[in-house]
């Protein structure tokens, strides 16, 4: 990807949820739309990471041996059970890099 293109999706995604999130800005959206608004991150943080968890170069990976599988697993658990987001990444991270450690050994 170029980055003229990386560039301007991130002019465009800035400009989206500035222009419509920002209180001081009198711009009045239908309540739907304000309500579909609030989804926009987690649904482009799931577009983001899904190619990456389930792909490697274009070939899809086996669940056996995909240690970004387990980690994604073990990252909803421990967000459930924390509901803080600093012990989740963590705790998150030492499990990926101890996981991956082990497959790849």
């Known amino acids: 990807m170029s980055w003229f293109m990386i560039l301007g999706v991130a002019v465009i995604v800035f400009f989206n949820r500035y222009y419509f999130l920002e209180p001081n800005l009198k711009v009045k959206l239908p309540a739907l739309m304000n309500k579909m608004l609030n989804y926009s991150a987690p649904c482009l943080l799931s577009a983001i990471s899904i190619p990456v968890i389930f792909f490697e170069r274009n070939e899809l990976r086996g669940t056996l041996d995909n240690p ?9 658990v421990i967000a459930f059970y924390f509901k803080k987001i600093l012990p989740s990444v963590l705790l998150s991270l030492a499990f ?3 996981i991956n450690f082990l497959i790849n050994q």
């Open 68 to 76: 970004y599988l387990y980690a994604t697993v073990f990252c909803i």
């Open 96 to 98: 990926f890099y101890f």
